[in-house]
C-alpha cells in the first residue's frame, strides 16, 4: 500500500489535488480519508463550547484515531471512519466504510504536524496558495456549507485561522517532499505523482 499525504492551509486547494490525482487511478485502487472526520468526539460539551473549539489546533484532531486506522488499512483490514459534522460541531452517529487500496490518500490541514502520522506517508505533499486566495475559499465555503454568517467567518479568520496556520501549518511545508503551488492547474507536479506512484504500484 502507498500512503500519500497531502497538506496545506485551509482553502488552498487540497481538494482539487486530490481529484487530479485520484483522476489518474482506478477507481478500484485509491481511497480516501479526510482528517476533516477526525476531529475530537465533544458530546460532553454544550454546542456553545463546541462551537468555541479550535479547529485549526492539532490538539483538536484525533491522531490516535487516525493513526490506527490508517495501521489497519495497511493490514489489510476494514476501518469505519467517523463522520464529523461542522454544523453541530460534533460527530454524527454515521461511519464511511473504508477498504483497503492499493492507493491511500489522507488529506488535511494539520496531517503532517503529527509525527506518528508524518512517519507512515510514503509521499508527503504540500498545497500552497495565496493567503488572500484562501479566505476567499474559505469565506464561500463556510457561508455556503457550513451554515456561517460572514462577521463569523472573518472573526474566526483574524483570531484563529491566520494565526494557527502561522504557527503550526506553515512551518509543515518542510515536511514535505513535493510543494504544489496552488494559482493553476499544476500538470508538471500531478504529472511527477503519477509516475512515482507508477512506480511504486505497478
Not at 1 to 12: E, H, K, Q, W
Not at 93 to 120: C, F, Q, S, W, Y
Not at 182 to 195: E, G, L
Amino acid at each position: 500500500m502507498l500512503i500519500i499525504g497531502i497538506a496545506g492551509g485551509t482553502g488552498s486547494g487540497k481538494t482539487t489535488v486530490v481529484h487530479q490525482i485520484m483522476n489518474e487511478l482506478p477507481s478500484t485502487e485509491v481511497g480516501i480519508i479526510s482528517q476533516d472526520h477526525y476531529y475530537r468526539e465533544t458530546s460532553n460539551l454544550s454546542y456553545e463550547d463546541r462551537a468555541k473549539i479550535n479547529f485549526d489546533h492539532p490538539r483538536s484532531i484525533d491522531f490516535e484515531l487516525l493513526v490506527s486506522h490508517l495501521r489497519e488499512l495497511k493490514a489489510g483490514r476494514n476501518v469505519e471512519q467517523p463522520v464529523y459534522s461542522f454544523v453541530t460541531h460534533n460527530r454524527t452517529d454515521d461511519t464511511i466504510l473504508t477498504h483497503p487500496r492499493k492507493v491511500m490518500i489522507v488529506e488535511g490541514i494539520l496531517i503532517l504536524a503529527n509525527a506518528e502520522l508524518r512517519d507512515m506517508f510514503d509521499i508527503k505533499i504540500y498545497v500552497h496558495a495565496d493567503s488572500d486566495e484562501r479566505l476567499i475559499r474559505r469565506l464561500k465555503r463556510d457561508i455556503a456549507e457550513r451554515g456561517r454568517d460572514m462577521e463569523e467567518v472573518l472573526n474566526r479568520y483574524q483570531t484563529t485561522l491566520k494565526p494557527m496556520h502561522e504557527q503550526f501549518i506553515e512551518p509543515t511545508k518542510a515536511y514535505a517532499d513535493i510543494i504544489i503551488p496552488n494559482d493553476k492547474y499544476n500538470t508538471v507536479a500531478i504529472d511527477v505523482v503519477r509516475a512515482v506512484i507508477n512506480q511504486r504500484i505497478l
